[in-house]
């Protein structure tokens, strides 16, 4: 089992860092080429201002007048440099001071920009072309250091790559928020199967959306069926017992002036049969199915049902604490609870007691009677997980195949001991969710 909203957090999240990854990326060499050409521009414009500016002299050679160029080329090592190739002739720029020019005469092409290395932590990018002037071919580097402007983008880049994470971290918070307001539906849903279930007269107030709302109607149609088919099925079988006991009671007449032990038995043990499903009708009484389960007002209607069966017994209930509505199965509850404290007063001598507590999401039931109990090796095979004992033989009318089908779904336990009463002691232990 996987939980869809760490899923789908999961997916967004590496989705949205590979976007954000991306976009970083994108930027970065977006502003690269953007500074790149806008530096590549102003090197042209400069080789163009070089090529015009450059004259010959009396002595038919060609100089530059610095007074026409920018002041930032006279300066040692400012980072702009120039190189001139005419006729055999060299024209330095004085900021290149010592430095030779790196690339020259490697590249023949009449234009074009290449990156070099400079001296020091310097990087160049160059723009060579070439020139017609006085039927004279005139070769002109002009170059710029580029390095302090990657530094600044490099850095820029970090600034840039730490806003994306605090956004992401952002984008990431409302990501969060807005599954949990999507799927806070299913909790109201689970809510309103919940009152389906137990047969609130209410129910969560909520919109469903229509994407579930097919959902929704199917399980309530599916919760609406199970619980019909369940009320009838129990109906059944209280009528049956009923309508069968006539009849056999017939038999029973019929029988009184025979021998025959083994049809007596016979007629005895359906007898106890159709007895012990009439008692589990009536303590059951007419609840519609899933209602969820109110101790005090529930077990009033069971002690006056057991009352009018052992009249000749005390039934005490006693509270360890207050114990409210329980979202268990009602008509469960009251087969369990019936079952076991009909057992009790059946065996009692005069007292049958009945403890109930609810601590830790824990419901304990102990169910005590005063008479003779069970033998030390019938308790140990008791406790034994799986036993069923025969209800149809004497003195051992516990009803254990009905109650441990009831405890295994609610994953619930049930231990027998000895009571300080004198008899059996049944310790049933119920999670409550």
């Given amino acids: 089992m996987y939980g869809l ?10 989705n949205l860092v590979a976007v954000m990854a991306a976009l970083l990326i994108v930027m970065y060499f977006f502003t690269q080429q953007l500074l790149h050409g806008y530096i590549l521009t102003r090197l042209q414009h400069d080789a163009e201002s070089l090529a015009s500016v450059i004259r010959l002299n009396a002595n038919q050679q060609w100089q530059l007048d610095p007074g026409q160029m920018s002041t930032v080329y006279n300066r040692v090592r400012s980072g702009h440099y120039y190189y001139i190739s005419v006729n055999g002739q060299r024209i330095r720029s004085r900021s290149l001071f010592d ?3 790196p690339g020259v005469g490697t590249d023949e092409s009449p234009a074009g920009d290449y990156l070099v290395d400079g001296p ?16 004279d071919s005139i070769t002109v580097w002009v170059a710029e250091d580029i390095a302090p402007i990657r530094n600044e983008l490099i850095l820029n880049t970090g600034y840039m790559a730490l806003l994306i994470v605090v956004m992401a971290v952002l984008l990431f918070y409302l990501q969060q928020r807005t599954l949990r307001d999507a799927f806070r539906i299913f909790e109201w849903l689970r809510q309103n199967l919940a009152s389906i279930r137990h047969r609130e007269t209410e129910k969560s107030g909520v919109e469903i959306p229509s994407e579930i709302a097919p959902l929704v109607t199917e399980i309530e149609k599916l919760v609406e069926h199970l619980s019909h088919r369940i009320q009838r099925t129990r109906h059944a ?8 006991k006539r009849p056999l009671q017939l038999l029973s007449i019929q029988q009184e002036g025979t021998q025959n032990a083994e049809q007596i038995k016979t007629l005895n043990e359906i007898k106890h049969i159709l007895e012990r499903e009439l008692k589990r009708s009536r303590i059951s009484g007419s609840s519609k199915t899933g209602a969820r389960f109110n101790l005090a007002e529930e077990l009033d209607y069971m002690v006056d049902v057991l009352d009018k069966i052992y009249p000749n017994i005390d039934i005490q209930i006693e509270f360890e604490n207050r114990v409210e509505a329980l979202g268990l199965d009602r008509d469960d509850m009251l087969e369990l609870i019936g079952n076991l404290l009909d057992n009790a007063c059946k065996f009692a001598r005069q007292t049958a007691r ?3 507590g609810l601590n830790d999401n824990l419901l304990r039931l102990n169910f005590e009677d005063d008479g003779e109990g069970l033998e030390p090796e019938q308790m140990k095979q008791l406790n034994r997980r799986g036993v069923r004992l025969d209800e149809t033989v004497a003195g051992h009318g516990l009803g254990l195949g009905i109650c441990r089908d009831i405890l295994d779904y609610y994953d619930g336990s049930i231990a027998f001991t000895r009571s300080r009463l004198g008899g059996m002691r049944v310790e049933v232990r119920i999670p409550v969710r």
């Fill in 120 to 135: 020091g932590d310097e990087r160049w990018l160059v723009w060579r072309q070439q020139f017609k002037k006085q039927r």
């Fill in 99 to 101: 430095v030779e020019f």
């Fill in 237 to 244: 079988m209280g009528n049956l017992a009923h309508e069968l």
């Fill in 5 to 14: 909203k760490n899923r789908i957090t999961r997916n967004l999240t590496i």
């Fill in 354 to 356: 009945l403890g109930i």
